[in-house]
Each structure stands twice: as structure tokens, then as C-alpha cells.
């Protein structure tokens, strides 16, 4: 018997949604932050370290696995979940953004993208329904529709065509990704920073009907005054009862911020990308653990956190390690900051359910004012 996927709330404070995705492999807890697998890893941390900081799903990359080591490669050897080792849920994207950002190396047409290989030039076509093809072979839980998301700031016309020809992709996605038990397919709203474009999607998609909606097409270089703006009203104009992902955010406040306005998911490269170039995010704020101010500091990186960094390793050593090339460096930042990012969530859902999310948020920018400034 394959179970269902489904989405209930829980509780709302305002605009603000605590809830849950329940799947085959596992309840998602909503506000839910995603870790990115881009190639079927997050770097620097084993599945098992991902699991222990309280993540609930993952989020691998259609793009990147396609070209390495291939969809069917990956089919063969029993799916993505058996060949990372990740037994709970995971999530898809369509490969749309990636192929946006080659730019000179594609070719866009209502069939789809032609596009070169950034890893040896070789030729390929991603189109609606490869894009679902690949997802199937790589058994994700939930799956995104094909989009295509114009970089910001362009123009009414440029983002309207954008926008309109994402439509009609998502209902050849649907099409494409048939009657699947067990496995969710997410639409993606499209419209820029423009409110009329985007009530025309949200109506668009909600006429094909998808099983959860997908904020796309913004953190692509608006900066977050536009993109609050721009979540002011995007969310309400999708359906109240699915959950509601904004794509690839984002700083621990775009988060709280996002949230606030109603998301429900969110996925970003930040806390593993952050952890390797030595920078911690806390709730004071971001450390940058090579500066020399760090090299003599007995403390953690956070007195209250209890990482495996914070509870057995001092900010000296930190320093140490990173300025001296060691690998343990990325492994126990990004172990941190993973663990930061779902306390921060754990946070929020425990907010909302006790209605207290606006206490939630002021002291969340009263820590992150005063800073790291607690003397040695």
C-alpha cells in the first residue's frame, strides 16, 4: 500500500504557518529550511550529521545530477536516497535556475533549453518533460515543475513573456509527471516584483492544480527590501491549504522575514557554502572565525549552542584549523551552522504555535544588534 503525501496546519500568528508535510518517507515539519545536496551530498557533512541537526528533508540538484553522475546512472543503483544514504524525504528542483545562470552557453525556445556542459562542453536539452523524466529516475519525494526564471532587475515585458512561457511549462510538467502515489509535484510562480504578473500565475497554476506552490524568480539580485516587498503579497495569492516554498533563501533574517509572510520551506547554499570560507552565523550575528581577534579565544562560537563545535571546541582552535587548510574546519562550521539554521526553524514553529511569534522576531533582532560582543 503507498501512503499519501498531505499538508495540514497546524497554527497561524498572523501571517506566520506552522505545520507539517507528511510523505512516505517522513513528516516534514513546516516552516521547514532544507540543506542543499547540490550532487547528491551536502559538502562537507555526512547524511547522518545532516540528519542529527534536526533536518527534515534535503534538497538535491536536477542540473547537476543529470550531467554527474546522470539520472539513470543513479536509477540503476536503486535512487537517489540509497546512493547518498538519506532515508528521509528529498526534494528536487527542475534544474531551471541553473541553466538560466550559463547564459551564453544556452539556447531558450517553447520546447525548452539547449545548453552546453559547464563541466566538458558537451551538448544538452532540458525541456518540460525531461525535466520530469530525471526527477522520477531519481525517485525524489518532491518534485518541481520546469520554470524559467529571468535574473532581476529586467523589464514588464521581459519578465510577462518569462512568466507566461513558465506557465505553460508547468502544464506540460503536470502532464508529464502523470498519476504518482506517494510523490508531491510543487508549481512555481513567476512574475518578478510585479504584483499583477504574479496573481496571473498564481491563477494559472492553480487552474492546472499542484500539490504544493513554489515562490521562484526572486534572492536573484533584488536585495530583501524588494524581495519583503514582493512577499507582502505573493504568498496570499497562492492556496491556502499547500505549502508554500520560496526558492533559495537565504540569511538567517530573510528567513525570520519570510516566515513572517507567510513561507512555509525554504532551501539555500549559505550555511554549508558560509562554513567553508569560515564564517558562523549565531544568534548574535555572523562570526568570521579568521580574524586574528579569534586566535587566543577560549569560548565557542556560541556559549548557548550545543553543536558538536560549540560543545568540544573553542574559537582558537577554529581559527587555527581554518587558517591551517584542515578539513575539520569546514566539517565543524558547517555543522554548526546547519544546527543554527534548525534551531532558528524549531524556533519560529514553537513561536507560532504559542502565538508569540512577534516576541520571537523582536528578540531575534535584539541579539542579532548587540553582536558578538562579549568580552574574553
Not at 13 to 32: C, E, H, L, M, S
Not at 243 to 253: A, E, H, I, Q
Not at 291 to 318: G, I, K, M, V, W
Amino acid at each position: 500500500m503507498t501512503v499519501s503525501s498531505s499538508f495540514a496546519l497546524h497554527a497561524t500568528d498572523g501571517a506566520a504557518r506552522t505545520g507539517a508535510i507528511t510523505t512516505p518517507r517522513g513528516t516534514i515539519r513546516t516552516p521547514a529550511f532544507m540543506p542543499v545536496g547540490t550532487a547528491a551530498t551536502v559538502k562537507a557533512m555526512m547524511p547522518e550529521s545532516v540528519a542529527a541537526t534536526g533536518a527534515d528533508i534535503l534538497l538535491g540538484n536536477t542540473y547537476h545530477l543529470m550531467l554527474r553522475p546522470t539520472a539513470e546512472r543513479i536509477d540503476r543503483l536503486g535512487g537517489l536516497h540509497r546512493f547518498m544514504n538519506w532515508d528521509k524525504p528529498i526534494l528536487t528542483d527542475s534544474g531551471g535556475f541553473q541553466v538560466m545562470s550559463l547564459a551564453d552557453l544556452r539556447k531558450l525556445t517553447e520546447k525548452g533549453v539547449t545548453f552546453k556542459s559547464h563541466i566538458d562542453g558537451s551538448k544538452h536539452e532540458l525541456t518540460p518533460e525531461r525535466s520530469m523524466e530525471i526527477q522520477r529516475l531519481l525517485g525524489s519525494d518532491i518534485v518541481m515543475c520546469f520554470d524559467e526564471c529571468p535574473a532581476l532587475p529586467a523589464d514588464r515585458d521581459r519578465i510577462a513573456e518569462s512568466m507566461r512561457l513558465s506557465m505553460r511549462w508547468a502544464e506540460r510538467s503536470k502532464d508529464a509527471f502523470g498519476d504518482r502515489p506517494g510523490h508531491m509535484l510543487f508549481g512555481i510562480q513567476q512574475g518578478g516584483l510585479e504584483q499583477d504578473f504574479r496573481e496571473e500565475s498564481a491563477e494559472a497554476l492553480k487552474a492546472i492544480g499542484f500539490d504544493g506552490y513554489a515562490i521562484g524568480g526572486l534572492a536573484v539580485g533584488e536585495g530583501q527590501e524588494a524581495m519583503f516587498g514582493c512577499l507582502d503579497f505573493a504568498p496570499s495569492q497562492l492556496p491556502e491549504d499547500r505549502p508554500r516554498y520560496l526558492m533559495g533563501v537565504g540569511k538567517p533574517d530573510d528567513i525570520v522575514g519570510a516566515v513572517k509572510r507567510g513561507v512555509d520551506m525554504m532551501d539555500c547554499v549559505l550555511p554549508s557554502r558560509s562554513g567553508r570560507t569560515g564564517q558562523a552565523w549565531t544568534r548574535r550575528g555572523q562570526i568570521n572565525i579568521k580574524n586574528a581577534r579569534h586566535q587566543d579565544d577560549p569560548r565557542p562560537l556560541d556559549e548557548n549552542c550545543t553543536c558538536p563545535a560549540c560543545r568540544n571546541y573553542s574559537r582558537a582552535y577554529l581559527h587555527h584549523v581554518f587558517r591551517a587548510q584542515e578539513m575539520i574546519s569546514g566539517m565543524l562550521l558547517t555543522w554548526h551552522n546547519l544546527h543554527y539554521y534548525q534551531e532558528l526553524m524549531q524556533g519560529m514553529r514553537d513561536a507560532i504555535s504559542a502565538g508569540s511569534f512577534a516576541v520571537f522576531e523582536a528578540q531575534f533582532h535584539a541579539q542579532r544588534a548587540e553582536g558578538d560582543i562579549e568580552p574574553i
